[in-house]
């Protein structure tokens, strides 16, 4: 019912800075929350970032004032900028996307995100 695609996955030295992108085929309204995820090899999902349809944000503490979470209302878009990238950010990054809670999550294709020491 939700159709997500995501862009803007990289290879990136440390310092450095990406924007992910995730187009949803419903308004950000229609949703009760968006957000991102990452899955570094051999360690389990974490929770990066999400963004209700009202705005609210939150952040997981290991990307607090480097990364941040954002929408283009227009565009059906929601984004993830990345600043000061380190090593150990390095990962998988999902677009996740939620109905309600009641119902399963969708889920994007995940992009890499590769930071070079």
């Known amino acids: 019912q939700v159709q997500l695609v995501e862009s803007g996955g990289d290879l990136v030295q440390a310092g450095g800075s990406l924007r992910l992108s995730c187009a949803a085929s419903v308004t950000m309204f229609r949703l009760y929350a968006m957000g991102w995820y990452r899955q570094a090899p051999g360690k389990q999902r974490e929770l990066v970032a999400t963004?209700?349809?009202?705005?609210?944000?939150n952040y997981a503490d290991f990307v607090k004032g480097r990364f941040t979470i954002s929408r283009d209302n227009a565009k059906n878009t929601v984004y993830l900028q990345m600043n000061s990238l380190k090593p150990e950010d390095t990962g998988v990054y999902y677009c996740n996307a939620r109905l309600s809670p009641q119902l399963p999550d969708y889920w994007g294709q995940g992009t890499q995100v590769t930071v070079s020491s």
């Open positions: 963004i209700t349809g009202a705005g609210s944000t």
